[in-house]
């Protein structure tokens, strides 16, 4: 895959790298795993858990750190890591990385307690006057800002999370068990170690000197100030962002900034960038646009500053839920539009750089105007005493080739107010980094909408970043001419649409399709026990059999390809995935997680599925034992992904594939189970509880994946395949919750959110909106024959249909979960939701991997990397699309059969049952 970007050139961090590999001694293998760099002395045999040592440094410092410490690791034997790269020491200090991961740069294993501390005692000599970000997660040794420790595992040692199905990395307790190994701040160790004598001593000495040398000059300033934190608004390694009182203020914001955090080669920390904001918020203080600075100090080495608040959300929430509901006025939009240039304009004649004007950086206050804020990378070009600016970026909103460059010019905030004004016509960020021409990519996106109110900004916004505009002031114009066009028909293009959705013949769709499959297949690795492809980030924390984002998933892929193509190979390809998820993965009772979306529930379906399609007996009686075993136990939640709802799908697929009585008892009492589960709300609401990691908690979901819609889902198809009145009435009572629960968007539409404690958090998508609450409403027209069913679920699809908010192009919170929907609702209402799944077919075309490519992909939810995953990756996608051109013979995975598809095809009146 070809990017933009080029690859730079390695640092002196890299070069240190590689000098240590090319001088290691022969004795000593390394390995490399994409993020760390691995030392191990042959014949070393560590424990699986113990004490082990992390030094941070400063980036600048980071070769010199190697420098030092490498001579004495290797006389010592020992095993120890280090982050690969000097992008990845730089992500470890400033704060863009998870809190457990923060400052880590070096990782040294002790193999016993007597190792551990003498080779504390080495590190603090030899790294002396190094320094780095504090550890959250470990102790400092003697006062040290380099040299931490914890108590933790060395080995992949992990169990499943019995709610999420997440994996969850441990260590073993003195009972044998294996318990959680946390890595959260102030815990360096589990309660039952101990800590050794002669360390508490050591640290115990040190912690008197401290106090004594501090005990005169250590004021108080939070109690000066009488600040108390009233809220956490965000926290990450470089500091958090809190709502406080105080003394001089009701209410205000308290941003932190923790010492040797985000410092940069001039040894500028994120001090200095707190400083700088304190500065510029300063200048900017009469014009209204910004927070007023309050107050700023320092205490305990971290650097504090109190400023304004006032009641807001980001540009970003505020665009996303106008999209979502398309709740939105053309010329309102041009407005802020004209606002924010205005801001910018102000900071301009101030002399002021923003360098950081972003959709997360503008906020929209309950008035409906709009502030900056979050300006520490701002840069004041009249002050000629401040140093060169300070360095930063949001991706998207910087040119390309300028993400790392100390920026002084207008022309990046031009730039980035470009970026700004695209995001705004079309909820995504301009930042499609796997295309070469992404620019021209953003523009066909936005040509090939049919709702175009808002294609003139968004068209602004990209001439813009082209370079099309050097003056604020003629985009001013620009502006000020959209703002006063007339209205625009949102169905005007639709005949260009439908006539350019050529552009993906279904041939082409299916020769790509193939060619990826048999891509994929080629590059398995059948031979390797543990990984079978190159996972993502998000399989590495489930299950390697679960559906989302591994195995299964790819095998309904093949399946629905050999459907379709009448070839046999491709069921061939799920037997043999099957075999080794089996043969390396099986299943352990209490171990292995059993949930459908999340765990092992889609594998015996899978199998089932393909002992179907290959006419294999032997294969589905396996299929049939599976699933009886691994629903043998009560599950502990109620659901379609983690729970017994999605367990009971696959009980009653795998019974009408092979007929087994025991199969439908087991899904009858799964039934039973969830409706005992059912909570009654003081207002008669029928809610399941989604359970967190102890069942004392936990939170309401009304959505398909996670709610209340696909409990009701399975209750349908249950009461489909026994006819009691239980699950009918059960049914029933969720139609009424979903009908209470709905808000009404623009022209009729339905719209819910993901929990009803959230009732601002609007969704359309599959997982928890309007997507997959609308596919168990029109399943349960069908079946209960309810006129309101019918209504809310075509009230449902119009939402989808209507909805231009662009999230990713995947099936869990994408085009091709909401286009799967929508396929199905245009079956029930011939003709009614074609002009969005043209819009929805032509932005897949235009948004693939390079055209200069020959295969067709499309990247994850970070708009970068590629994986082959069914709910997040482009296998998911490639279904879709041949779902779209070959409805026949592409069926969807994981859905109840048992439905009449037949009915769902002929040719409704979109008002009947209305």
Not at 313 to 342: C, F, K, P, Q, T
Not at 695 to 722: C, M, N, T
Not at 740 to 760: F, I
Not at 834 to 863: F, H
Request: aromatic share 10%.
């Amino acid at each position: 895959m070809k990017f933009a970007s080029v690859i730079p050139r390695k640092d002196a961090f890299e070069n240190a790298l590689d000098h240590i590999i090319r001088e290691l001694p022969q004795s000593i293998q390394w390995s490399n795993d994409g993020h760390w760099i691995c030392f191990r002395p042959e014949e070393l045999r560590l424990p699986a858990q113990g004490w082990k040592i992390h030094l941070s440094v400063i980036p600048v410092e980071g070769a010199e750190l190697l420098r030092r410490i490498t001579p004495v690791l290797s006389e010592n034997e020992v095993q120890w890591k280090v982050v690969n790269s000097g992008l990845k020491l730089i992500e470890a200090s400033n704060g863009s990385i998870p809190l457990p991961q923060t400052g880590k740069c070096v990782t040294i294993y002790a193999r016993d307690e007597e190792q551990f501390l003498k080779l504390l005692e080495l590190m603090h000599s030899c790294t002396g006057d190094l320094e780095g970000p504090a550890i959250p997660t470990d102790r400092a040794y003697l006062g040290s800002q380099c040299v931490f420790y914890r108590y933790g595992a060395f080995t992949d040692r992990f169990y499943y999370d019995r709610y999420s199905g997440a994996k969850v990395y441990a260590i073993q307790n003195p009972e044998g068990k294996l318990e959680e190994d946390q890595r959260t701040p102030g815990r360096y160790k589990p309660e039952w170690v101990s800590e050794p004598e002669e360390l508490l001593r050591i640290q115990a000495m040190e912690k008197n000197r401290a106090a004594s040398r501090h005990s005169d000059s250590n004021n108080n300033e939070f109690g000066i100030r009488n600040i108390r934190v009233r809220r956490v608004l965000k926290k990450s390694g470089k500091g958090g962002v809190f709502l406080i009182s105080g003394t001089s203020y009701e209410q205000a914001v308290m941003k932190e900034a923790v010492y040797r955090m985000r410092v940069d080669g001039g040894g500028r920390s994120a001090h200095d960038y707190l400083d700088n904001e304190y500065r510029v918020l300063d200048l900017m203080k009469d014009t209204g646009v910004t927070p007023r600075p309050l107050d700023l100090f320092s205490t305990e080495n971290n650097r504090y500053l109190i400023l304004e608040y006032f009641e807001s959300i980001s540009l970003r929430e505020y665009i996303h839920r106008r999209h979502v509901a398309a709740d939105y006025n053309r010329a309102d939009m041009h407005r802020m539009g004209i606002h924010i240039l205005n801001m910018v304009q102000q900071c301009h004649d101030k002399g002021i750089v923003i360098n950081d004007l972003t959709p997360n950086n503008i906020v929209v206050l309950t008035d409906g105007s709009v502030r900056l804020i979050d300006l520490e990378l701002a840069y004041v070009r009249s002050d000629e005493d401040q140093a060169d600016p300070l360095t930063g970026h949001t991706p998207g909103y910087v040119p390309r080739g300028r993400e790392h460059s100390r920026r002084s010019s207008y022309a990046d905030d031009l730039y980035a107010l470009g970026g700004v004004f695209y995001y705004m016509a079309s909820s995504i960020d301009p930042y499609l980094k796997y295309q070469q021409f992404h620019l021209e990519a953003a523009q066909d996106y936005l040509d090939h909408q049919s709702n175009t109110q808002l294609r003139g900004l968004g068209s602004l916004g990209i001439e813009i970043m082209s370079g099309g505009h050097v003056e604020l002031s003629g985009i001013r114009e620009t502006l000020i001419a959209l703002l006063e066009q007339r209205e625009v028909n949102s169905g005007e293009s639709m005949d260009g649409l439908e006539k350019n959705e050529c552009n993906m013949e279904p041939e082409e769709v299916l020769r790509q399709a193939e060619r990826r499959v048999k891509t994929l297949y080629t590059s398995l690795d059948f031979n390797n026990p543990l990984q079978l492809f190159p996972e993502n980030s998000m399989s590495k924390m489930f299950h390697p059999a679960n559906f989302n984002f591994g195995w299964t998933g790819m095998i309904f892929g093949f399946n629905q390809l050999g459907q379709i193509t009448q070839n046999r190979q491709y069921h061939q390809y799920a037997y043999e995935v099957l075999e080794w998820i089996l043969t390396n993965h099986p299943y352990v009772p209490d171990e292995t997680p059993v949930a459908l979306y999340f765990g092992y529930g889609a594998v015996p379906w899978a199998m089932a599925e393909t002992a179907e399609r290959l006419n294999d007996p032997s294969l589905l009686r396996r299929a049939e034992d599976l699933a009886l075993e691994i629903t043998r136990d009560e599950p502990v939640q109620t659901n379609i992904s983690h729970g017994a709802a999605g367990l009971g799908l696959m009980l009653l697929e795998i019974y009408r594939i092979g007929g087994r009585p025991e199969l439908l008892a087991r899904a009858e009492e799964l039934g039973v189970y969830i409706l005992e589960q059912e909570e009654q709300t003081d207002e008669s609401l029928s809610l399941w509880k989604v359970k967190d990691k102890s069942d004392k908690k936990g939170h309401h979901s009304l959505g398909f994946s996670h709610g209340i819609a696909g409990i009701g889902y399975y209750l349908l198809a249950l009461a489909e395949r026994k006819g009691k009145e239980a699950y009918y009435s059960a049914v029933k009572r969720v139609v009424d919750t979903l009908d209470r629960t709905s808000h009404g968007g623009q022209n009729g539409v339905s719209l819910w959110p993901a929990s009803p404690e959230k009732p601002d958090t609007l969704w359309v998508h599959w997982c928890n909106g309007s997507a997959g609450i609308g596919r168990f409403l029109m399943a349960a027209a069908d079946i209960l024959q309810d006129p309101l069913c019918t209504r809310l679920g075509l009230q449902a699809a119009d939402a989808v249909a209507q909805a231009t908010v662009f999230a990713s192009f995947g099936q869990c919170h994408g085009i091709a979960g909401n286009g799967d929907f929508l396929l199905l609702a245009n079956r029930k209402f011939p003709g009614r939701y074609e002009t969005k799944l043209a819009e929805y077919t032509q932005s897949l075309y235009v948004l693939r991997s390079d055209p200069q490519e020959d295969i067709w992909m499309w990247p994850l939810e970070d708009m970068e990397s590629f994986s082959p995953d069914y709910m997040t990756g482009y296998m998911g996608i490639y279904t879709f699309l041949l779902r779209r051109f070959y409805p026949s013979v592409a069926s969807e995975p994981l859905v109840y059969s048992g439905f009449d598809y037949n009915r769902e095809g002929e040719a409704y009146d979109a008002n009947i049952h209305i």
